[in-house]
T-cell receptor
Framework: NAGVIQTPRHKVTGKGQEATLWCEPI?????VFWYRQTIVQGLEFLTY????????DSGMPKERFSAQMPNQSHSTLKIQSTQPQDSAVYLC????????????FGAGTRLSVL | AQKVTQTQTSISVMEKTTVTMDCVYE???????LFWYKQTASGEIVFLIR??????ENATVGHYSLNFQKPKSSIGLIITATQIEDSAVYFC???????????????FGSGTQLTVMP
């Protein structure tokens, strides 16, 4: 079991550029979550999918952020027109199914917006 | 709205001793789930242990155990026989029952930095 895989591990973008972050959940896991971690805000929930369907995006900034899960093996988080305040570690996690609460996290993508 | 509070920013202990990390939570739900995660220096977040609110017995996994005090909305993590490699940031987290919150999101506390000294 390879665990949750996130790519890239580090991404540097210029202000105004687009950033796409990738997540491959653990095989067989039906729920995928995205979190953002900063020193100031800590671990913040962004959004999650269950069986590829978006269930809760209450943590997503309304503008510039979007997430998709086109198939059961990967999810993407896209940030358009990145701003310095978007700099953070973006973490993807998956869980087995709706009745299993334990999240398994990927190593994260560190996004730096210059 | 649910909330998780860890008031201890950092703790230092000697190796092979026992440490307790505090966590209090707020929820209106009668059914909820509590977790402790560990984040290592490399940034990896690892699940340690969980407590379901309807269970009266404190959960135990290896040298991790929980002190669940439901009337006080408290879920402390106890690490016995600490080792150098236990040095990490420990996060408490909570998830309410799906029927009440309509969501499966996990809410995290701010974390406690544990340093185990030789």
């Amino acid at each position: 079991n390879a665990g949750v895989i996130q790519t890239p591990r580090h991404k540097v973008t210029g202000k105004g550029q687009e950033a796409t972050l990738w997540c491959e959940p653990i095989s067989g896991h039906s729920a995928v979550f995205w979190y953002r971690q900063t020193i100031v805000q800590g671990l913040e929930f962004l959004t999650y999918f269950r069986n590829q369907a978006p269930i809760d995006d209450s943590g997503m900034p309304k503008e510039r952020f979007s997430a998709q899960m086109p198939n059961q093996s990967h999810s993407t988080l896209k940030i358009q027109s990145t701003q310095p305040q978007d700099s953070a570690v973006y973490l993807c996690a998956s869980s087995l199914d709706w009745s299993q609460n334990t999240l398994y996290f990927g190593a994260g993508t560190r996004l730096s917006v210059l | 709205a649910q909330k998780v509070t860890q008031t201890q920013t950092s703790i230092s202990v000697m190796e092979k001793t026992t440490v307790t990390m505090d966590c209090v939570y707020e929820t209106q739900d009668s059914s909820y789930f509590l977790f402790w995660y560990k984040q290592t220096a490399s940034g990896e977040i690892v699940f340690l242990i969980r407590q379901d609110s309807y269970k009266k017995e404190n959960a135990t996994v290896g040298h991790y155990s929980l002190n669940f005090q439901k009337p006080k909305s408290s879920i402390g993590l106890i690490i016995t026989a600490t080792q150098i490699e236990d040095s990490a940031v420990y996060f408490c987290a909570m998830r309410e029952g799906f029927l009440s919150s309509g969501s499966w999101q996990l809410i995290f506390g701010s974390g406690t930095q544990l340093t185990v000294m030789p």
